[in-house]
């Protein structure tokens, strides 16, 4: 059957044409990779340094000072993802290609999820040592709350990412209205990640992860539907 | 029984339809009008200068007509498809080169080029014979290092990429030196299809150009043949400031 231009199957070949530009560009930039995690480090060895000698706290909030810190590492890099296209012009050469802005806004945040993901597994080892707070149920779950943590914050920051890029306050505006929309996410995934590194004996972590799996649907279905509408705006 | 073919009527094949037909187009951003009451018909394979001082609207009606911005009022058809209706298949035929870049800095000429060819569904894209096409060899380096003229060059080997029926040129000329310039005037030269090109190198871009038009405060002041267009530029603007006469 020939194939509708424009229609699913174009937006479906698009998104992994898309998804390998992205990481290509962050690949021949790496040293910008590279800054990002040691700027998630840092923050982690601030926690530690701001709560003190207490190890029994440090332990316990281990999945908080993860997240916090991929969460504020992520809008350094979800700011960069928009540049890209904005800057050169190169959106209008996507645009006119033409590539679809549903193609586009999948591609992005699928890209973007991928490297939240590689900052969470390089932020997790020294957070397992700083606050002495080791894995106890299986590492499967851990990678499965981190994936699904890490959608949780690309799709949404992918579409504030592109309603900012043009904004001369970027940088202040995309986490004031990133922050509050992530609540659930934040939550669910800190919930899900400290009972992983403490224990689960009351089977908790499964209403965490159908959490974030529902906030996953939601979002990743609706800034796809609004990412057309915001470029074009 | 045979039937004999040589007497029977032939049906007439429809002309081609027009590269670009507006109707009173016209933009404006707030309260101000960028250009209004265009009325232009560019058939298919011409050649069109779209001349005017900055801030003439030259800029806002090539984006007009690729359909990266809608028009306030009026009719715009590019390849006989109407773009309110299927931006996409218009977004197909055409393309333009704007005073962006439209590229990946991070990437090289070569990477630029096949992330380009892929999302046009040129998968099995040979970048080498159009890099040579534009004069340009395979680098590794990042584009950011390119100078003025490489950068244009990239800029047209993506255009002979996508082979547009329609290539809308902003300003092909600036920032470049006039050995870039005779470059690039060659390389738009041998461009198929219908070209516009706006410029204020009047008579550089003349030179290129079948039929030319003048806009002057978002207005279409003169329209004609391009021989006439350096003397339509002086009516309205004086001889001094006319460039590339190289």
Excluded at chain 1, 36 to 44: M, P, W
Excluded at chain 2, 16 to 30: D, H, I, K, W
Excluded at chain 2, 91 to 109: I, N
Excluded at chain 2, 191 to 213: K, T, Y
Aim: with cysteine; glycine share 8%.
């Amino acid at each position: 059957m020939a194939r509708t231009p424009g229609g699913p199957a174009d937006v479906l070949r698009q998104i992994p044409m898309i998804l390998a530009k992205d990481l290509l560009i962050e690949w021949r930039a790496r040293s910008r990779a590279f800054a990002l995690a040691c700027f998630a480090l840092t923050l982690l060895l601030l926690f530690s340094f701001a709560v003190g000698a207490d190890a029994a706290t440090l332990r316990a909030h281990a999945g908080a000072y993860l997240w916090m810190s991929v969460l504020l590492s992520s809008t350094l890099l979800l700011a960069q993802s928009l540049q890209h296209e904005v800057e050169g012009g190169a959106l209008d050469t996507l645009t006119l290609a033409p590539v679809s802005p549903a193609a586009l806004f999948y591609g992005k945040a699928l890209a973007n999820a991928a490297q939240l993901v590689l900052l969470t597994a390089v932020a997790l080892p020294p957070v397992i040592a700083l606050f002495d707070a080791p894995v106890k149920e299986p590492l499967g779950l851990l990678v499965l709350v981190s994936v699904l943590g890490c959608a949780g914050v690309a799709a949404p920051g992918t579409l504030y990412a592109a309603l900012t890029a043009r904004l001369a306050s970027k940088q202040l505006l995309l986490p004031l209205l990133l922050f509050p929309l992530i609540v659930p996410c934040l939550l669910a995934s800190v919930k899900a990640t400290s009972l992983l590194m403490s224990g689960d004996p009351m089977g908790q972590v499964g209403s965490w992860l159908g959490l974030l799996l529902a906030f996953d649907v939601l979002y990743w279905s609706l800034c796809g539907l609004l990412f057309g509408r915001v470029i074009a705006a | 029984m045979t039937a004999d073919t040589s007497e029977a009527p032939v049906a007439a094949l429809p002309p081609p339809a027009a590269a670009v037909s507006c109707v009173g187009l016209a933009r404006r951003f707030g309260r101000r009008w960028a250009f209004s009451r265009v009325d232009l018909e560019v058939p298919a394979g011409q050649r069109l200068l779209v001349m005017g001082a900055n801030g003439s609207g030259k800029t806002t009606l090539l984006k007009v007509i690729s359909t990266l911005l809608a028009p306030s009022l009026g009719q715009l058809r590019v390849c006989g498809i109407d773009p309110a209706e299927d931006p996409a298949a218009a977004r197909r035929r055409l393309h333009l080169l704007s005073h962006s870049l439209g590229l990946y800095e991070d990437l090289s000429g070569e990477d630029n080029l096949r992330v380009f060819g892929r999302l046009l569904g040129k998968d099995d894209l040979d970048v080498d014979p159009v890099l040579r096409q534009v004069g340009l060899e395979r680098r590794p380096d990042p584009i950011r290092a390119y100078s003025a003229g490489m950068r244009k060059r990239l800029q047209l080997a993506a255009l002979l990429v996508k082979g547009p029926e329609l290539t809308l040129l902003d300003e092909p000329f600036a920032a470049l030196d006039p050995l870039g310039c005779a470059a690039v005037e060659g390389l738009i030269a041998a461009l198929p299809g219908a070209v516009i090109v706006a410029s204020h190198q009047v008579v550089r871009a003349s030179r290129l150009c079948e039929r030319a038009i003048l806009m002057d405060q978002g207005a279409v002041r003169w329209m004609g043949p391009a021989e006439q267009a350096v003397e339509a530029w002086r009516a309205l603007h004086g001889g001094d400031d006319l460039q590339g006469g190289g």
